[in-house]
């Protein structure tokens, strides 16, 4: 398959590699100008759970090809989109005209309703789905990064569509298995609930790398994760499904204790949340601002995730009875 990744984040490159290592033809689009700066060869350092024999740490080159342009005639076969979800709108704006009949692999956090958060791209060209993988570029511009042996992919009550199998077999090809959600759409908006719960605790100490062995701090995360979902709730979706992926929230002192120590003893928990050292990223301010807009406007109140917050973002959180305003860098003028 032709397989271009849009970007050269770290999700993008971490499974760029691992489509280019089954045979796949992979290509990196990179806004003008980039490219040059990149050069055509880079060192990972990627932990992978997909070996047999466990997780197992593997240090390679990897060549890149990297293109400025993109093009209906192009004739990719499936267009992979792993950006935050503040950023989604724009780069579907950009590929709507550009991406011919080529699937479209949305690949990462959505808060929107999944088909409007992608608009104008044409709904029967696009597959949802969720990264397992994550890590950070070093100083020396190295990627030291993990990849969990599954992914997720959304599908219907229906049978697969040729789209969904596509992008089921690219993976399959990469030796990743592929877990299959039949509720996306919730499955999305309770995984973004519960990057609010460890984005605000992670942004009380130093980022979500301080809270690697930290057991009260992830309860404190689940806490707020449970807290939020009656908000998911009131977006229409049925918890009743989802039972495996709550119980973090049910029983969030067993659950927070063994993460914890999993974040300590398995390489791939610690080096995911390792390379997250920056107490205020972007994507987190967005996150949490998104979700205090809905509960604000859906009237659902969150009181720890405003306390969580407000210490970290003084006078600049928007609470359930004020109108939401944009959440600020502590240190931004």
Do not use: C
């Not at 229906?158 to 990469?174: H, N, T």
């Not at 791939?268 to 967005?286: C, G, M, N, V």
């Amino acid at each position: 398959m032709r397989i271009l990744m849009f970007g050269r984040g770290v999700i993008a490159t971490i499974y760029g590699q691992a489509f280019q290592a089954a045979g796949h033809d992979v290509e990196f689009y990179v806004r003008p100008g980039r490219s040059s700066g990149y050069g055509t060869e880079l060192y990972t350092d990627i932990t992978d759970g997909r070996l047999k024999s466990g997780n197992q740490r593997v240090r390679q080159v990897m060549n890149m090809t990297f293109r400025e342009t993109l093009d209906p005639r192009d004739v990719f076969d499936i267009i992979v989109v792993s950006v935050g979800h503040h950023q989604l709108s724009q780069a579907a704006e950009f590929l709507a005209p550009r991406i011919g009949r080529a699937t479209v692999l949305v690949f990462g956090n959505i808060w929107e309703e999944p088909v409007a958060a992608v608009a104008p791209l044409p709904a029967d060209q696009v597959v949802f789905g969720f990264p397992q993988a994550g890590g950070g570029f070093a100083e020396d511009g190295v990627l030291h990064g993990a990849l969990l042996g599954s992914v997720v992919i959304g599908r219907g009550e229906e049978p697969l569509s040729v789209r969904q199998l596509a992008v089921r077999a690219a993976f399959l090809q990469a030796g990743l298995r592929v877990r299959e959600e039949t509720d996306m759409r919730g499955w999305l908006f309770i995984h973004f609930i519960a990057d609010a719960g460890m984005f605000a605790e992670g942004a009380r100490g130093q980022a979500l790398a301080g809270m690697i062995g930290d057991r009260r701090a992830f309860r404190r995360a689940f806490t707020i994760g449970r807290e939020l979902l009656p908000l998911v709730r009131a977006r229409g979706v049925d918890l009743r499904l989802h039972r495996t992926v709550l119980l973090p929230y049910r029983l969030s002192a067993v659950v927070a204790a063994a993460v914890a120590v999993a974040t300590t003893r398995v390489s791939i928990a610690r080096i995911s949340l390792a390379a997250h050292t920056d107490p205020y990223p972007a994507e987190a301010r967005a996150i949490i601002e998104d979700t205090l807009r809905e509960a604000a406007r859906l009237g659902v109140t969150a009181p720890l995730l405003e306390a969580a917050v407000r210490e970290s973002w003084p006078a600049a959180i928007p609470t359930s009875s004020d109108s939401p305003r944009e959440l600020r860098h502590p240190k931004s003028p």
